[in-house]
Protein backbone atom coordinates (compact mmCIF):
# COMPACT_ATOMS: atom_id res chain seq x y z
CA UNK A 1 0.00 0.00 0.00
CA UNK A 2 1.14 3.35 -0.68
CA UNK A 3 1.78 6.59 1.72
CA UNK A 4 1.29 8.41 -0.76
CA UNK A 5 -2.62 10.05 -0.97
CA UNK A 6 -4.21 9.46 -3.85
CA UNK A 7 -4.78 13.05 -5.02
CA UNK A 8 -8.37 12.92 -6.08
CA UNK A 9 -8.99 11.63 -2.66
CA UNK A 10 -7.02 14.46 -0.69
CA UNK A 11 -9.41 17.32 -3.60
CA UNK A 12 -12.44 15.35 -2.30
CA UNK A 13 -11.38 15.48 1.16
CA UNK A 14 -10.62 18.62 0.58
CA UNK A 15 -14.26 19.83 -1.24
CA UNK A 16 -15.82 18.65 1.21
CA UNK A 17 -14.37 20.32 4.50
CA UNK A 18 -15.05 23.46 2.48
CA UNK A 19 -18.56 22.24 2.33
CA UNK A 20 -18.59 21.96 6.23
CA UNK A 21 -16.77 25.87 6.77
CA UNK A 22 -19.37 27.25 4.04
CA UNK A 23 -22.50 25.66 5.70
CA UNK A 24 -23.71 23.74 2.37
CA UNK A 25 -25.88 21.64 3.92
CA UNK A 26 -26.75 19.46 0.85
CA UNK A 27 -24.04 19.13 -0.86
CA UNK A 28 -22.66 17.41 2.77
CA UNK A 29 -25.54 15.42 3.18
CA UNK A 30 -25.34 14.00 -0.46
CA UNK A 31 -21.40 13.54 0.09
CA UNK A 32 -22.24 11.69 3.31
CA UNK A 33 -25.18 9.64 1.49
CA UNK A 34 -22.54 8.60 -1.37
CA UNK A 35 -20.28 7.08 1.03
CA UNK A 36 -18.00 9.62 2.70
CA UNK A 37 -17.87 8.77 6.30
CA UNK A 38 -20.20 11.11 8.60
CA UNK A 39 -17.12 11.58 11.00
CA UNK A 40 -14.26 12.61 8.34
CA UNK A 41 -11.20 14.14 9.73
CA UNK A 42 -8.96 16.35 8.86
CA UNK A 43 -4.92 16.57 9.55
CA UNK A 44 -5.86 18.55 13.15
CA UNK A 45 -8.44 15.82 14.01
CA UNK A 46 -11.58 18.55 13.29
CA UNK A 47 -14.16 16.48 11.72
CA UNK A 48 -17.16 17.58 9.86
CA UNK A 49 -18.99 18.38 12.50
CA UNK A 50 -16.55 20.70 13.78
CA UNK A 51 -15.79 22.88 10.99
CA UNK A 52 -19.66 23.14 10.49
CA UNK A 53 -20.47 23.37 14.27
CA UNK A 54 -17.50 26.32 14.45
CA UNK A 55 -18.52 28.44 11.42
CA UNK A 56 -22.09 28.49 12.64
CA UNK A 57 -24.18 26.17 10.30
CA UNK A 58 -26.80 24.51 12.54
CA UNK A 59 -28.26 22.87 9.13
CA UNK A 60 -25.14 21.84 8.08
CA UNK A 61 -24.72 20.29 11.51
CA UNK A 62 -28.07 18.80 11.95
CA UNK A 63 -27.78 17.32 8.46
CA UNK A 64 -24.16 15.42 9.07
CA UNK A 65 -25.61 14.44 12.90
CA UNK A 66 -28.87 12.64 11.03
CA UNK A 67 -26.19 10.86 8.50
CA UNK A 68 -24.39 9.18 11.55
CA UNK A 69 -21.90 11.86 12.80
CA UNK A 70 -20.55 11.78 16.06
CA UNK A 71 -21.62 14.99 18.10
CA UNK A 72 -18.64 14.67 20.57
CA UNK A 73 -16.11 13.71 18.54
CA UNK A 74 -12.72 15.72 20.06
CA UNK A 75 -10.12 17.25 17.77
CA UNK A 76 -6.49 16.69 18.15
CA UNK A 77 -6.31 19.52 20.79
CA UNK A 78 -9.86 17.63 22.69
CA UNK A 79 -11.77 20.10 21.74
CA UNK A 80 -15.55 19.01 20.87
CA UNK A 81 -17.84 20.82 18.49
CA UNK A 82 -19.96 21.76 21.36
CA UNK A 83 -17.47 23.77 23.58
CA UNK A 84 -16.75 25.50 19.73
CA UNK A 85 -19.94 26.47 19.53
CA UNK A 86 -20.28 28.03 22.81
CA UNK A 87 -16.97 29.84 22.30
CA UNK A 88 -18.08 31.54 19.18
CA UNK A 89 -21.80 32.47 20.58
CA UNK A 90 -23.75 30.01 17.90
CA UNK A 91 -27.18 29.34 20.11
CA UNK A 92 -28.34 27.85 17.10
CA UNK A 93 -25.85 25.70 16.52
CA UNK A 94 -25.19 24.34 20.23
CA UNK A 95 -29.05 23.73 20.08
CA UNK A 96 -28.82 21.49 16.74
CA UNK A 97 -26.02 20.18 19.06
CA UNK A 98 -27.92 18.97 22.25
CA UNK A 99 -30.45 17.98 19.68
CA UNK A 100 -28.13 15.43 18.44
CA UNK A 101 -27.16 14.18 21.52
CA UNK A 102 -23.89 16.21 22.42
CA UNK A 103 -22.93 15.78 26.25
CA UNK A 104 -21.94 19.36 27.25
CA UNK A 105 -19.30 17.09 29.81
CA UNK A 106 -17.26 15.84 27.23
CA UNK A 107 -13.98 17.30 25.85
CA UNK A 108 -10.73 20.14 27.17
CA UNK A 109 -12.52 22.77 27.68
CA UNK A 110 -15.83 21.25 28.02
CA UNK A 111 -18.86 23.24 26.81
CA UNK A 112 -19.87 23.31 31.07
CA UNK A 113 -15.98 24.58 31.48
CA UNK A 114 -16.50 27.07 28.40
CA UNK A 115 -19.71 28.65 29.22
CA UNK A 116 -18.60 29.04 32.65
CA UNK A 117 -15.47 30.73 31.75
CA UNK A 118 -17.48 33.25 29.46
CA UNK A 119 -20.29 33.86 32.33
CA UNK A 120 -23.13 32.08 30.19
CA UNK A 121 -25.43 31.69 33.17
CA UNK A 122 -28.05 30.71 30.50
CA UNK A 123 -26.41 27.86 28.81
CA UNK A 124 -25.02 26.56 32.11
CA UNK A 125 -29.17 26.07 33.04
CA UNK A 126 -29.08 24.68 29.52
CA UNK A 127 -27.16 22.17 30.01
CA UNK A 128 -27.82 21.34 33.45
CA UNK A 129 -31.33 20.09 32.52
CA UNK A 130 -29.82 17.58 29.99
Do not use: C
Not at 93 to 106: D, F, Q, T
Amino acid sequence: MSETPDPEVVELASKVFDLARTGDAAALAAYVDAGVPANLTNDRGDSLVMLAAYHGHAAAVTALLERGADADRANDRGQTPLAGAVFKGEDAVIRALLAGGANPESGTPSAVDTARMFGKAELLELFATR
